[in-house]
């Protein structure tokens, strides 16, 4: 077995040195949970990070402080950024400042079998820095959705069985909503909700007058509208990728990993790359993990009692695929066959837009980082069913008075024009769900090595007629949406993003309660290895159309308790 | 900010809607091509850049383009935003501009008045509308096209454009979704 072997020349305190209670590979928004409640439960808990530190507010002055002209391109990218990072840097959230928390393309290679834009960022707090901090619960409508049409298996829970984790997680990290009672997207602990701008709150009267079927509500968000804690509240800048140095909304770095720490139980170890879990095959159990130390290139061994893996869909994929011995041949955990298959994001690039005329006499005041937010209406119900796609999507957007484009002609005249707020605008994006296919997967390429000779991931996921049908869908129903509202020049599109471009990779160990067909129990708990969870988006058994951070941080709290639960028990 | 909204505000802040767009939203254009290290701009192309800037956007009651030193920052985007292509359109206009300046007024650009320099770039700006219609996707930007979105950019986001001709709160502290707006307000700068 991998490990045994060095374990014999290390003397009984370095081995000592190196033991904790937990492991936690990764620390973006999971990895983050992780660690705090582990630490908080009592556990002496060791935090693997694969990038370089980060310290809340400390680290984010690099731009985020300076005013666009004191900044050489005033935000904009670079010709160098577009070279060594062609895929990252076309990120809505790279700019001239926030990509300091992008990895670069050039020094992380992945093989694209079919396109697949994966966005990374390489640092302790991972992309929980860069997230788009939308928070929405799901409910048992998404977790009967692969019981009911039959794509994928069935999730071993229900919503009754993450609800109250929903509110724990809700709690902490300071989400903001407005009360909807939609039984399609739960309420939850909120904030104060935002404020729909006139505009907004129009299509909102006019959809509730015009549409049985469909509502439209304020976004949620990890946005601080009040303080939380030592945290915010948010100033209404909308630079949050750039890392927010009044702590206006939720990261690992402004929020869990300081509670962490806070219990003197958390050691960070950052730039510790995990190559593989170490195995104990009498006992079945993960022993530890084995890491490359990324600034001395020295491997290393941490030994603990239980491990979580929270190094992103496609990170913890690698790790287990990396982990092979006599007893996981093709992979740690994998007696399924099912790791590294599944893979969904969600589609999304599709929508429309229009302008207003009127409210000429209004306007608003701050950036508001939040839109608005029209749940899923379609195959939610008996009368909403439709024929030519399963499950659903969801709108994003928001209104605005822009500034005036197509500014004609030249000089004073255009001066002017220019100064003064364009007509109100409005657009409306959708994020649809992706479907779970077996042949959607991730595999490794030994053949193909990175900077650290480490092998990299080949990656093979498409899109396929169930998501077309529905984007037929997502780009009509928006244009009818806006045109019902009154809007004007409604034009659609369809940017037709590749996977992985949204960011909300998930499914290549999935939870079921089948051990043959899944990889995770229930409690996100291995079922080949109990005492390994993993709590990121590689665990999800179906994809919905929600933002899944959310739903992330309540999986992790709940596998936490359990984990320490059994852990007591001696289970593990 | 939803991602939908980052890339409308981004377009409409630049006034971007077609030609352009790609780079506005991107940054750059083609990622495939290498920077053209060698490109370089002289005092006098940054001073003929700032009277065509200055033409564009003209010092009123508030400072115009050239106080807000965009003819530097055109050339700094030149230099490292755009691929060799639109590096090459650009330089080519220089000379295309100053050229039409010496057929219509016998004079280069930086040696007649700013009311013949305004009658000369209304005119380009027209051929560039032309030229926008009739644009097939293989056709490259028009040069003025290129000149006029640095203008605006550079302008609107210069401590002089953003905070004169425009009301500029870097930390607004609140978020107040409606309030009254009169005829000769200014716009939000961000």
Known sequence: MPGDSLNVHLNNKSISQNTYDAIVVGSGISGGWAAKELCEKGLKTLVLERGRNVEHIKDYYAGTEKHPWELPHHGKITQQDKTESPIQSKCYAYDEVSKKFFVKDSEHPYNQVKRFDWIRGYQVGGRSLLWGRQSYRWSDIDFEANAKDGFGVDWPIRYKDIAPWYSYVEKFAGINGNKDGLPQLPDGEFLPPMEMNCLEKHVAAQMKSKFKDRVMIIGRSANHTARVGDRGPCQYRNKCQQGCPFGGYFSSNSATLPAAAKTGHLTLRPNSIVLELLYDKDRKRATGVRILDAETNKTEEFYAKVIFLNASTLGTTFILLNSVSDAFPNGFGNSSGQVGHNLMDHHYGVGANGIYEGFEDQYYYGRRPNGIYIPRFRNISKATKRSDYVRGFGYQGGASRGRPGNGNGIGVELKEYLTEPGVWRMGIGSWGEHLPYYENKVTLNRNKKDKFGLPTLDIDCEFKENEMAMRKDMMASAAEILEAAGLKNVKTYDSNPAPGFCIHEMGTARMGKDPKTSVLNKFNQMHDVKNVYITDGSCMTSSACQNPSLTYMALTARACDHAVNELKKGNL | ?190
């Open chain 2, 1 to 190: 900010m939803n991602r939908r909204d980052a890339i409308s505000r981004v377009a409409l802040l630049l006034g971007g809607t077609v030609i352009g767009a790609e780079f506005f939203l991107n940054g750059c254009a083609s990622p495939d091509k290498k920077v053209g290290a060698s490109i370089d701009f002289t005092p006098d192309d940054i001073a003929f850049l700032d009277e065509v800037a200055e033409t564009i956007i003209p010092e009123t009651d508030t400072p115009g383009a050239k106080a807000a030193k965009v003819g530097a920052f055109m050339t700094v985007m030149v230099k490292d935003c755009y691929d060799e292509t639109n590096q090459k359109i650009f330089l080519e206009g220089m000379g295309k501009l100053n050229d039409a300046s010496k057929k219509k007024f016998e004079k280069g650009f930086m040696s007649i008045t700013p009311e013949q320099r305004k009658e000369l770039l209304i005119e380009i700006d027209k051929e560039m509308k032309e030229y926008n219609k009739n644009k097939k996707k293989e056709d490259g930007t028009h040069y003025f096209n290129q000149m006029k979105q640095l203008t605006l950019l550079g302008y609107f986001t210069s401590e002089e454009g953003a905070t004169k001709a425009l009301r500029y709160v870097p930390v607004p502290g609140r978020y107040d979704a409606c309030i009254p707006y009169k005829k000769g307000d200014k716009a939000w700068a961000l």
